[in-house]
């Protein structure tokens, strides 16, 4: 006795795609703290710079570049992770609407961006 093929069900695309969409949300947060924290040391060495003060706030630039490689982290590793994804579905579970591509495309040029990023906070 064999069973019935079941019904493609379009939520388990839509479900995958708001999953990519809150590693994408997720990597953006982090590389914005990150620029936030390189900036805010860069801050403090200006405020510093008049008075005589020994204090050093150089770590601030490669902590904050560290969290922007670990926004690109989160960013490319859900991408590729919705890739296989969407390479693993039969096309008739994927939606007529359903566009993988464009949420891809958009993650890979946030992480290019972010490694851009990373390497002005590091010059």
């Known amino acids: 006795m064999t069973t019935p093929e ?4 379009p939520r388990v695309y839509f479900a995958a ?5 809150a590693w994408l949300r997720t990597g953006i947060a982090i590389m914005a703290f990150g ?3 390189a900036r805010f040391g860069l801050f403090l060495r200006l405020l510093h710079a008049g008075a005589d003060s020994g204090a050093s ?8 570049a560290a969290l922007v490689g670990i926004g690109i982290i989160a960013t490319a590793g859900g991408a590729v992770q919705y890739q296989r994804f969407c390479r693993a579905l039969h096309s008739e579970d ?5 566009s993988p591509r464009f949420v891809l495309g ?11 990023l990373a390497i ?4």
């Open 6 to 9: 079941l019904a493609s069900d």
């Open 17 to 21: 795609e708001r999953t990519m969409l």
């Open 35 to 37: 620029f936030v924290v």
């Open 57 to 64: 706030h150089e770590a601030s630039s490669y902590l904050g």
């Open 94 to 98: 994927l939606p007529r609407s359903a």
């Open 106 to 116: 958009l993650s890979w040029a946030l992480v290019v961006m972010g490694a851009a």
């Open 120 to 123: 002005i906070l590091l010059a």
